[in-house]
């Protein structure tokens, strides 16, 4: 995206965006960073094995991966075998289509060098979101000299090898919006459920179960949790305002499709129903629903369609695999997950767990180490209050490990510098200290913060 006037570039913006084509993803939404062409020759970088429509570099997986949905909505040791069979299956194709290609998020910083020398630049100037935000983290830690201005934002926390310790944390984050989610509807005007408190229409509804939700069809506890954790990524609200609503005057169906597989997995296609309760017919199926849990369908063994499988997951999982429990151990840890986020922040312990259940040859493939110090004053640090995709409590962890470097809080959640773009909400506070640090070099204040530009304008 080259510069609005080429006399005054200030040269090479590399950005990455964190889905699953990045190139794909600003053709498709280019409001997500064009004004960035003001200032800069705007990159648009794909890490190896990803890639634009028919491009020779994209890694095309035959299978893709099961959606984690489905296991979340299972009970008993059949869906998890389904699962970490679907899963494999999808590696295996993963493996043979990418052949020699090493799929590591510090190869791809390696990638990012290269591509800084043939850019002619010094220094690397970098935008990372989501995952892209683990491309630029490896990079610092690796060319740590070579480091320019980067903003990073919605940074995962790949330094917490314990799987139980990142689903606690997300469990929380979960919990924890739940009721932040009831606070924004109470003052919200034209919230469908008006004054009432949403967290005890939710229990109310809990003890209701089963709900009815069409002809056939039934949502019980598990899938009313899953209903309710999907809804509540931030631009989500109205539409799990809307269907708690419904649900409470007797209509489950809007929160049956907000707990909707984006495909039937063929294993648990197969599994006997009481493996599976609740879950639509393969011809109720229509749509896709979130692959990861990110809303938009991004990130980490997110599919943009229903045929080919992209390799995200599998990086992810060469990045920072743990060993997947057994069953029973991993209903002992649900259990505990229970304890501390009983009502939907639990189902995370699924979400995590499923990304690399049954994938072969996964783990650290390098550690995380601190960067040395001369990289750290260049590097800004985007966090949101309401990210339940990297939990604020991580993305701080992973801020400390970057010495110098500046965090900069905002209220609004996962994807927020993209999707006030979107939105055409130019200028925000996040915005604006984001142009002033990749522009001018201008850092915020060490404990600044911005307040909620998204969820003020829905």
């Known amino acids: 995206m080259p510069a609005r006037d080429p006399r005054r570039s200030l040269g090479h913006l590399v950005v990455n965006t964190g889905a699953g084509s990045s190139i794909q993803d600003v053709r498709a939404r280019p409001d997500t960073v064009s004004e960035l062409a003001r200032w800069f020759d705007v990159v648009i970088m794909e890490a190896r094995g990803s890639g634009d429509h028919d491009s020779a570099a994209a890694v095309r997986c035959a299978a893709p991966p099961p959606d984690v949905l489905r296991l979340q909505l299972s009970r008993g040791p059949a869906g998890w075998r389904a699962h970490a069979r679907d899963n494999a299956a999808y590696g295996r194709s993963c493996r043979a289509a990418a052949g020699a290609i090493r799929l590591t ?22 935008f990372g979101n989501s995952y892209g935000a683990v491309y630029g983290q490896a990079y610092v830690e690796s060319f740590p000299a070579r480091v320019g201005r980067m903003y ?24 924890r919006q739940l ?3 009831r606070d924004w509807c109470r003052g919200h005007l034209g919230c469908p459920l008006g004054e009432d408190d949403a967290v005890s229409v939710f229990d109310d509804l ?5 709900l009815p939700a069409g002809p056939r069809s039934k949502v019980n506890a598990r899938r009313l949790a899953a209903a309710v954790y999907a809804g509540l990524t931030p631009a989500r609200w109205p539409e799990l305002a809307s269907a708690l609503s419904a649900a409470r005057s007797g209509d489950a169906g809007p929160l049956a499709s907000l707990a909707s597989p984006s495909l039937v997995s063929p294993s648990l296609a197969s599994a006997g129903a009481d493996d599976a309760p609740g879950l639509p017919s393969s011809g109720a199926l229509s749509g896709l629903a979130p692959g990861d849990g990110h809303g938009a369908v991004r990130g980490p063994g997110a599919t943009a369609g229903g045929t080919d499988g992209t390799t995200l997951r599998m990086m992810m999982c060469h990045d920072v695999g743990p060993a997947m429990p057994r069953y029973r151990r991993f209903l002992a840890m ?6 501390v986020a009983p009502r939907v922040g639990w189902m995370s312990g699924r979400q995590e767990a499923g990304r690399c259940l049954g994938l072969a040859g996964t783990g650290p493939s390098q550690a995380s180490r601190p960067s040395s110090p001369s ?3 260049r590097v800004l640090v985007g966090i949101g209050r309401l990210d339940i995709e990297a939990p604020a409590s991580g993305a701080a962890r992973v801020a400390r490990r970057i010495p110098g470097a500046v965090v900069l809080w905002h209220g609004d ?8 773009g979107v939105r055409k909400l130019r200028a925000t506070c996040l915005r604006a200290r984001v142009h002033d640090h990749l522009v001018k070099g201008t850092l915020p204040a060490r404990g600044s913060a911005c307040g909620r530009a998204l969820v003020e304008a829905w």
């Open 105 to 126: 998020s510090w190869q791809v910083a390696h990638d990012l060098d290269a591509l800084r020398a043939a850019l002619g630049e010094a220094r690397l100037r970098y």
């Open 413 to 420: 959640g996962h994807d927020a510098y993209l999707l006030q």
């Open 152 to 175: 990073l934002e919605g940074v995962p926390d790949l330094t917490e090898p314990g799987l139980e310790r990142r689903m606690t944390a997300r469990a929380r984050a979960v919990e």
């Open 375 to 377: 990289a750290g004053t």
């Open 334 to 339: 649900e259990g505990r997950l229970r304890a």
């Open 206 to 210: 809990a003890g209701r179960v089963p």
């Open 179 to 181: 009721y932040t989610f």
